[in-house]
């Protein structure tokens, strides 16, 4: 699966490097990785649970590429931006997320709590 090469990328050589093998795989070897939008918000709510935050920005960056019209990915990113202490890219995001899923509560929640005075 993706999430396991992109890890294993990631630990020894960093996000970046994890960045570039995952665009490789998916432009070269599509068919033998799954590409599900689940798998790399999995991955990125992993990272942030060990509190590698700019890792998990850019991986829930990838879904968004990957998934332009999910709502998810947008709130995964918001939550990793908030979690950065960046209020404007958060407050975008959950946005965007409550743009594409007017039902999503735990957006309306967020951007409630981050435009608090």
């Given at each position: 699966?993706?999430?396991?090469?992109?890890?294993?990328?990631?630990?020894?050589?960093?996000?970046?490097?994890?960045?570039?093998?995952?665009?490789?795989?998916?432009?070269n070897?599509?068919?033998?990785?799954?590409?599900?939008?689940?798998?790399?918000?999995?991955?990125?709510?992993?990272?942030?649970?060990?509190?590698k935050?700019?890792?998990?920005?850019?991986?829930?960056?990838?879904?968004v590429?990957?998934?332009?019209?999910?709502?998810?990915?947008?709130?995964?990113?918001?939550?990793?931006?908030?979690?950065?202490?960046?209020?404007?890219?958060?407050?975008?995001?959950?946005?965007?997320?409550?743009?594409?899923?007017?039902?999503?509560?735990?957006?309306?929640?967020?951007?409630?709590?981050?435009?608090?005075?």
């Amino acid at each position: 699966m993706i999430a396991g090469a992109l890890y294993d990328t990631l630990k020894p050589r960093g996000i970046t490097a994890a960045v570039t093998r995952y665009r490789d795989l998916k432009s070269n070897h599509a068919q033998d990785y799954g590409f599900d939008e689940p798998v790399l918000d999995q991955l990125g709510h992993q990272l942030l649970e060990r509190k590698k935050v700019r890792e998990a920005i850019e991986i829930f960056k990838l879904n968004v590429e990957a998934y332009p019209a999910s709502a998810n990915v947008y709130d995964s990113l918001g939550e990793a931006y908030m979690d950065d202490g960046n209020k404007p890219q958060a407050i975008a995001n959950y946005q965007k997320s409550l743009q594409l899923n007017p039902k999503n509560r735990g957006a309306v929640d967020m951007l409630r709590k981050l435009n608090a005075p």
